[in-house]
């Protein structure tokens, strides 16, 4: 059975389908009221996403930093961010959702 990639506006999701048909039918059934933007045949049977892609720097855990400049900021969300800004050099918006991730998972 074949592996598609389906993208709709607020996802992408990866599933074996008979067929093109089959693979929106997919959409339809876990997420009825969007529709599918693109529908790509994978050429082979498995799926690779790259950590650069998705801004991890091999050798680099992001959760671990975050949970450092937490304990270094006493739990101060905005002075925790600011820490790892410094640190990673990222820009704000990724520094503040890797900050509240751990502090989500309670760091």
Known sequence: ?????IET???IIITWAEDESSAR??????YP?????????R????????KAALGIVSGVDPC???????????GDKVHAIRLYMQET?????????VIESNMVMGW
């Open 89 to 97: 050099g990222t820009d704000l918006e990724r520094a503040r959702k």
């Open 43 to 50: 050429p082979r049977d498995t799926w690779v996403i790259s």
């Open 64 to 74: 671990s930093i975050a949970r450092d400049c937490l304990a270094k900021a006493a």
């Open 9 to 11: 506006e607020s996802h």
């Open 33 to 41: 009221r969007e529709s599918a933007v693109r529908v790509t045949r």
């Open 25 to 30: 039918g997919v959409v339809q059934a876990s």
């Open 1 to 5: 059975m074949p592996l598609f990639e």
